[in-house]
């Protein structure tokens, strides 16, 4: 019974495309995460949803854009994707502020 | 902003050994301070974590110290096994922050 669930775990896609990830977590945490980890491994944090609202939106361009249905999941869609924008993508949750995060297992996208 | 700096950027030790890796971070209101373990391909897991009103914290043969003076907090691992294999990261955030700032991994491998 997965913690913190993505799909798809893989996303292969052209230049151009839009494309969307989903984020499930069934431990009852009140706040969920976007980060990002590229190449060299840096995890950057891009977004966070507290109780369906935006509570963190990073120097992310435009382009990305989260929506949070309810406190359970968070989605990120990604418009007119870019060579730059592959990288693996990880959603987390935590019950609050100050406290560890669960990762889900990662979307690795890749712009060919 | 916050910065979080970690060090080596890679560690090999012989199995046995211990290992020992550094971070430094920047805001001095910081008080949360977890690691992560990273295996090849998983997500980043969190392993230990320790408040800025404890200096030290120890899970059988992981520990993490904080010197909340020097704003530097470490990880040991003592009798390392070729398990302990991974990318390992530690993080920081403050007060009612839900952000964790990450440091940039230390890569560990421990020779069988």
């Known amino acids: 019974d997965t913690a913190v669930s993505q799909t798809p775990k893989y996303l292969v896609t052209q230049m151009g495309n839009d494309k969307s990830i989903k984020c499930e977590q069934n431990?009852?945490?009140?706040?969920m995460y976007w980060y990002k980890q590229d190449s060299k491994k840096f995890l950057k944090i891009m977004f966070s949803?507290?109780?369906?609202?935006?509570?963190i939106n990073e120097t992310v361009p435009n382009r990305f854009s989260p929506k949070s249905p309810d406190k359970a999941h968070l989605n990120l869609h990604i418009n007119s994707l870019e060579l730059g924008d592959s990288a693996v993508y990880f959603c987390?949750?935590?019950?609050?502020?100050?406290?560890?995060?669960?990762f889900g297992s990662g979307t690795r996208l890749t712009v060919v | 902003g916050e910065n979080v700096e970690q060090h080596p950027s890679t560690l090999s030790v012989q199995e046995g050994d211990s290992a020992v890796i550094k971070c430094t971070y920047s805001?001095?209101?910081?008080?949360?301070f977890p690691w992560y373990k990273q295996e090849l391909g998983k997500r980043p897991q969190l392993i230990i974590d320790?408040?800025?009103?404890?200096g030290e914290k120890k899970d059988q043969r992981i520990a993490v110290t904080l010197n909340k003076t020097a704003k530097h907090f470490s990880l040991h691992i003592t009798e390392t096994q070729p398990e302990d294999s991974a990318v390992y990261f530690c993080?920081?955030?403050?007060?009612?922050?839900?952000?964790?700032?990450f440091g940039s991994g230390t890569r560990l491998l421990v020779r069988p």
């Open positions: 949803y507290n109780n369906k609202e935006l509570i």
């Open positions: 320790i408040r800025s009103n404890v």
């Open positions: 993080a920081a955030s403050k007060g009612s922050s839900y952000k964790l700032i």
């Open positions: 805001d001095s209101a910081s008080n949360y």
């Open positions: 431990l009852g945490h009140d706040t």
């Open positions: 987390a949750s935590s019950p609050g502020p100050a406290g560890g995060y669960t």
